[in-house]
């Protein structure tokens, strides 16, 4: 099976400017995560999707936003860019039942964004 | 915050010793999972352990957990100049599908 791929995979942005990053999960998985990864907060957990709805939301403000499509892919949209939102974009995609017990989640290589 | 905390930060090792690598977390839980990362790319799962489960092996893998001590650790033997990445404790949060990462052990491996 294909593995989970992101585009773009590096993106250069100026502050106030929006950005929409894109995510295609492996093949039959229904469960889209987005993460965030900055030196210095590490790996921080952005939303999930499952079914084209957002099952759970980490604490981040409403310039975050997520959705899904019926075939699972996933897009996640900035706006209002700051210069702290400079950080890799991880997806993972994961095999999951409608009542939430997780599996092992796999990863996309990241999006790098850099904000100027 | 829920986020784990990892020990040793960094860790450098010659090639064919042992990596142990320790992971505490605050909240309970209905497993643990590691991952790897090479140098700021995607990361790879390496092993899930349930919280029913006290140890785990996979390869030259060996994960246990101590539930009562909110703990973990991610033993590597006979270690390759290949396992060098950062490794990652991820905990989830009562069975909804999103995971809080540890801050990570940076495990160098010399050849």
């Known amino acids: 099976k294909a593995g989970v791929t992101q585009t773009p995979r590096y993106l250069i942005k100026t502050r106030g400017q929006q950005v929409t990053l894109s995510c295609s999960p492996i093949?039959?998985?229904?469960?889209v995560s987005w993460y965030q990864q900055t030196p210095g907060q590490g790996l921080q957990f952005l939303f999930e999707?499952?079914?084209?709805?957002?099952?759970n939301k980490g604490n981040f403000p409403g310039r975050f936003s997520g959705r899904q499509f019926s075939n699972s892919r996933s897009e996640m949209n900035v706006s209002t860019l700051e210069l702290g939102d400079s950080a890799l974009y991880l997806c993972?995609?994961?095999?999951?039942?409608?009542?939430?017990?997780?599996?092992?989640?796999?990863f996309g290589p990241g999006t790098r964004l850099t904000v100027t | 915050s829920q986020q784990g905390e990892e020990d040793p930060q960094a860790l450098s090792i010659q090639e064919g010793e042992n990596a142990t690598m320790n992971c505490s977390y605050k909240t309970s839980i209905n497993n643990l999972q590691w991952y790897r990362q090479n140098s700021g790319r995607g990361l790879v799962h390496l092993i899930l352990i349930r919280s029913n489960e006290r140890e785990k092996h996979s390869g030259r893998l060996r994960v246990t957990l101590d539930t009562s001590k909110k703990s973990s650790s991610l033993l590597i033997t006979a270690s390759r100049a290949a396992d060098t990445a950062s490794y990652f404790c991820?905990?989830?949060?009562?069975?909804?599908?999103?995971?809080?990462f540890g801050t990570g052990t940076r495990l160098t491996v010399i050849p």
């Open positions: 991820a905990t989830d949060a009562n069975g909804a599908n999103n995971l809080f």
């Open positions: 993972a995609s994961s095999l999951v039942t409608q009542t939430g017990f997780p599996y092992e989640q796999y």
């Open positions: 999707y499952f079914s084209e709805t957002q099952r």
């Open positions: 093949s039959g998985h229904r469960s």
